[in-house]
């Protein structure tokens, strides 16, 4: 039953991210899986299964099918997926059991998006949207104001500070730093991050994610056929995902997400602990996601978040890396797709710069709505 | 000279209507489940708990507690400019629910966890009213 072992990932593509003025999506979602397939010595002819991220900027009728069709894919199983950012474990761990379950072989998971262009096109300002019709009306209108709601309420139940919070953002930039394909590059202190302008207290600037255009895929497929393909093959060893609500009014702990409840799962499944993670790439939305994912997956204690993210324990170096490609905060918005293909990468000894030594298993996270959605998987060297 | 709202007016559903035309005399109603006595909020065609169909609009208090809040500085879109800085805040309702509301009557800064709030109506455009909660008198 389980698909521990059972498949691999093989291939992983990423776009350039930032801003890529004149791109439709397609384009985008396109060049991220010939970029993965090249990467697994595959073509368009071996993929039998296509999942795709549902477009929100644009939604489009069928977009997968779309997409498979402007590859000259003709797959067995295709479907668009949106879970916000947990899409991408989502998308990892359906293509597992479809092929665990002998439904396909090899399947491609894509996430590829304008969202800076079009946002900027649309609106003028670039922060991603939530639209909830009776939220509207109170100013709940980008998910800021609503992840700030969480983060005012860990500060009073358990006393985090902002500093506590902006040496996330430090960590995240510090990485960026290292990747050339990353849009902040500025070392940034915790000082920087306390002094940049409120969005929706208690979130600075700094502890809010980018708006980017960019995409990312990645291959999966049987461990069999990925022990004869030309790259290493990376085993998800464990996945598991908890839904608990859409709007924030209605998250029965903003902070305590489903995480917790996921976390015991995916460790089972893949018959390891936190302390067996070499490398977390942890969905980043804000610095507050970041920091109760880390409690959630028993790195420390409930509530002791906040000391654990101090003295650069997260950075490269430090007891546990995160998010070592600069996530959604630094290297830019790619809905976690990248925290997949980093994941990957880092197992793969492929992180040049930003390699963390020995990593052979890799905690990937993703998150959607407001702390509304979660995935994970552990993926191991192969 | 009458100025054009520009921000979101409430957009009633089959669901949300009685509760908008409520709102609109300043009525604070809210669904309950007559099979498990729950009250719920947002409202829905069914209970959330049990399921059930079987549903009542009551009167609430309009008695609540803030449960979280955030001063927002940043105006996400221009129509928001002149609302900034305003608090975004859950309310944890007297009869159980939670809701998204806004905190007015006060300073921002003197906006605390757990402080006791009362609902007060505010009218967006002429016939179409919100409530919001104000710091409480008790």
Avoid at chain 1, 88 to 100: E, F, G, Q, R
Avoid at chain 1, 150 to 156: E, L, Q, V
Avoid at chain 1, 272 to 284: C, M
């Amino acid at each position: 039953m389980s698909i521990k072992n059972k498949v691999a990932i093989v291939g992983i593509g990423e776009t350039k991210v930032g801003k890529l003025p004149g791109r439709d999506p397609i384009t985008i979602q396109a060049e991220a899986i010939r970029l993965a397939l090249e990467d697994a010595g595959l073509t368009n002819k071996d993929v039998d299964c296509l999942l795709a991220k549902g477009l929100m900027d644009e939604p489009e009728f069928m977009q997968s099918t779309h997409l498979f069709e402007y590859l000259g894919m003709h797959p067995k199983i295709t479907s668009c997926m949106d879970a916000g950012g947990a899409s991408p474990c989502l998308m990892a761990m359906t293509a597992a059991s479809l092929i665990n379950a002998g439904l396909c072989e090899v399947a491609v998971c894509v996430e590829g998006e304008n969202d800076a262009t079009f946002v900027r096109r649309q609106e003028g300002v670039g922060m991603s949207r939530v639209s909830e019709e009776s939220e509207n009306v109170y100013g709940f209108i980008a998910a800021p104001v609503s992840y700030a709601m969480a983060a005012r309420r860990h500060m009073h139940e358990f006393g985090t500070t902002g500093e506590q919070l902006a040496a996330i953002a430090v960590a995240m930039r510090k990485h960026a730093c290292l990747n050339e394909n990353a849009t902040m590059r500025t070392p940034i202190t915790i000082e920087d991050v306390m002094n940049s302008r409120w969005i929706a207290e208690p979130l600075h600037l700094l502890d809010c994610c980018l708006v980017s255009d960019g995409g990312g895929a990645f291959v999966v497929t049987t461990a069999e056929r990925a022990r004869n393909l030309k790259k290493r093959p990376v085993y998800i060893l464990g996945a598991a995902a908890q839904m608990t609500h859409n709007r924030i009014s209605q998250s029965p702990n903003p902070t305590h997400p489903g995480a917790w409840d996921a976390a015991p799962r995916v460790y089972e499944m893949a018959g390891v602990g936190p302390k067996d993670i070499d490398v977390a790439e942890i969905y980043d939305c804000f610095t507050i996601t970041v920091l109760e994912q880390l409690e959630a997956y028993r790195f420390c204690g409930r509530g002791e978040g906040g000391r654990f993210v101090e003295g650069g324990r997260i950075e490269l170096g430090g007891e546990l890396p995160v998010n070592t490609h600069g996530g959604l905060l630094s290297q830019a918005h790619i809905d976690g797709m990248l925290h997949v293909v980093e994941g990957v990468r880092q197992v793969r000894g492929e992180g040049g710069a930003r390699q963390v030594p020995n990593a052979e298993i890799a905690l990937v996270t993703g998150n959607g709505g407001i702390l509304s959605t979660h995935t994970s998987l552990i993926l191991a060297r192969g | 000279m009458t100025t054009e709202y520009k921000r979101p007016l409430p957009l009633p559903t089959t669901d949300t209507k009685p509760y908008w035309e409520a709102c609109a005399r300043h009525e604070f109603i809210i669904p309950r489940c007559r099979s498990c006595g729950k009250h719920f909020f947002y409202p829905r065609s069914l209970c959330p708990n049990c399921m059930s169909t079987d549903l009542e609009w009551v009167k609430a208090s309009g008695r609540g507690k803030v449960y979280s809040f955030s001063v927002v500085q940043h105006p996400f879109r221009p129509e928001w400019k002149d609302a900034v800085p305003y608090v975004a805040a859950l309310v944890d309702l007297e009869e159980g629910p939670r809701m998204s509301t806004n905190i007015v009557g006060c300073k921002p800064e003197e906006v605390k966890i757990d402080m006791p709030v009362e609902v007060v109506f505010e009218d967006l455009v002429p016939g179409v009213a919100v409530p919001k909660f104000k710091p409480s008198s008790r």
